[in-house]
Each structure stands twice: as C-alpha cells, then as structure tokens.
C-alpha cells in the first residue's frame, strides 16, 4: 500500500496537491484529525479494497494539541513499522498572508492569535517545524503558479512507483529568490552569460547552441567537474542517512541559460549513472 501524508502550512497548496494525487489514482481524504491518522492507515491496510492500494491523505494542524497528535501518530506509526511518505507543503510567510488576503479564507489558527493573520501564520510555522524536517518531500509553492505545482506533485509520485532515492535538479533565477526548498545549491553565475550574446538572448539552456557556449569555457567545464565530484560523494550519504528525496539547485541570474544547462547535463549524468532524477525549470519562462 502506497500511503501519503500531506501536512504543511495553511495556503501553501495542500488541497490542489491532494487533487493532483487523485487524478493520478490516489485515493484521497481531505481534513483528516491527525488522531484518526494511524486507525486508518491500519484500516486501509487490512482491506481487501483494491482502490485502497494508493491512499492520500491531508491534515491540519489547528492547535497545538493537533500537533501533538500529529507528532504522537507519525512516531508511533514508524515504530510500529507502518510504511508511509510525508509530503510538506512550504511557503513564505508574506506570500501566505497575501493569499488570505485575496481569498478573505479565514486562517485555522487565527482565533488563537486574536485575529492576527501574521501571527497565525508565525504560530503553525513553529507548529509545524519539527514536522517538516522529518518530511521524505518539501515543495515550497512560493514561486510556483497551480500547473507548476501540480507538475510537481505528479512527477514527483508518477516517478516515485520504484523505491529509492529521487533526484530533482532544478534551474532558478536568483533575481526571482533562492531556491529554499534545495538539499544543495550551487551558484553558476560566476560563469560567462549567454545574455550578453545576441544570437543566445532569447535562447535558453534547452538549446544546444546555449549549452556549447556556455562549456565551450575552461571555468565552466572545471566548476561542472567540482559539482559532479560532490554530488558524487555526497549522494550515497543521504542514501545511507535514508533520504528519500535530494532536491539540487542550480542557479544563474535569471534561470534561462547557464542554470539551466547545468541542471540539463547534471540530469542526463545521473540517469545514466541509473538514479531516478527529475528535471525542472522554475523560472525558464520568466522575463
């Protein structure tokens, strides 16, 4: 039985997240109390149910005795051997007051923080802390628009039938904001930029011509080299620590060109070294 749980802030996507899982053959219950979690996941897995062999599942945390629940079912779950992934859903603050703002939803948390959207905000962060470190999977919706994240939901699961580790790499633009949710990030702006070539401007890392300007250059081909070299060193790591995801960023200044020739041959290396990978571009279409 495939079982996810889908926990993270309040407007950071959770529902639309749990939409994409059942589109893609997920059964999926909304606003389930984080105390009735483990009995169905037990209930689940001794049904004879067919439709019961890929479940989602989304809880909110609305106080703090919710998070206890919610901490009390995770752990007893895991030492009772139940088999499940945790799928976070992030987001900064500002951008998570502003989507209440224009959807004039009421926050959960807000009655016990008298009223102050900000506060209830800070509040379920705090809340929810320790939950998200423990999480296989953080997508921070921040920056992404819906199709972007259910693009990102459904690669992520579609892909995630083997068990082991998955690799994203994503390219971003650091003019649009870091790339939060990354495991590992690595700067490529030091490098020449195709920008400032005519005939490369409007092009992007997608085309070949980008790509062999940008390693055509001795420093692009030895910073390449150094992040292959860690990445190698550092993937069976987190393999051994049991990370189910590593999240690599690659940035440039707007996320059209050196980034995304990097996460384009970072992505080709490793599937042919035989890891699972997905690629991203996050801002390929901005500006």
Same mark, same amino acid.
């Given at each position: 039985? $495939? =079982?996810v749980i889908? #926990? !993270?802030?309040? @407007?950071? !996507?959770?529902?639309?997240?749990l939409h994409t899982l059942e589109d893609i053959n997920y059964? &999926? #219950? $909304?606003?389930?109390?984080?105390?009735?979690?483990? %009995? =169905?996941?037990?209930?689940?897995?001794?049904?004879s149910d067919q439709k019961l062999s890929k479940i989602a599942v989304? %809880?909110?945390?609305? $106080?703090?005795?919710?998070y206890k629940e919610l901490s009390k079912s995770l752990t007893s779950m895991k030492l009772d051997g139940a088999k499940y992934e945790l799928l976070f859903l992030d987001s900064r603050d500002d951008v998570l007051i502003t989507r209440y703002k224009?959807?004039?939803? *009421?926050?959960?948390?807000? $009655?016990? &923080?008298n009223g102050s959207t900000v506060d209830a905000v800070k509040l379920e962060r705090e809340l929810l802390s320790y939950v998200r470190q423990k999480a296989d999977y953080v997508i921070d919706s921040t920056l992404l628009n819906a199709a972007q994240l259910r693009e990102r939901v459904q690669t992520l699961f579609l892909k995630n039938q083997e068990k082991g580790i998955t690799i994203s790499c994503m390219s971003f633009g650091f003019k649009y904001g870091i790339l939060s949710e990354a495991d590992l990030v690595f700067d490529v702006r030091c490098l020449p930029n195709p920008y400032y070539i005519d005939e490369l401007r409007n092009k992007t890392g997608l085309d070949k011509e980008v790509r062999d300007y940008v390693m055509s250059?001795?420093?692009s081909v030895k910073l390449y080299e150094k992040i292959v070299d860690l990445i190698d060193f550092s993937l069976?790591?987190? /393999?051994? /620590? @049991? *990370?189910?995801?590593? +999240? +690599?960023g690659i940035g440039c200044t707007g996320g059209h060109h050196r980034s995304v020739t990097f996460a384009f041959m970072l992505y080709h290396y490793l599937t042919e070294k035989g890891y699972k990978v997905i690629i991203s571009h996050r801002d390929i279409r901005k500006g």
């Open positions: 039985m $495939d =079982f889908v #926990v !993270g802030l309040s @407007g950071a !996507g959770k529902s639309s997240a059964y &999926c #219950v $909304d606003n389930i109390p984080p105390v009735m979690i483990s %009995t =169905f996941y037990e209930l689940s897995k001794n049904s989304v %809880t909110n945390v609305r $106080d703090s005795s919710d224009q959807t004039r939803r *009421k926050h959960p948390l807000l $009655d016990v &923080c250059k001795e420093e069976p790591l987190y /393999e051994k /620590e @049991g *990370k189910s995801q590593i +999240i +690599i």
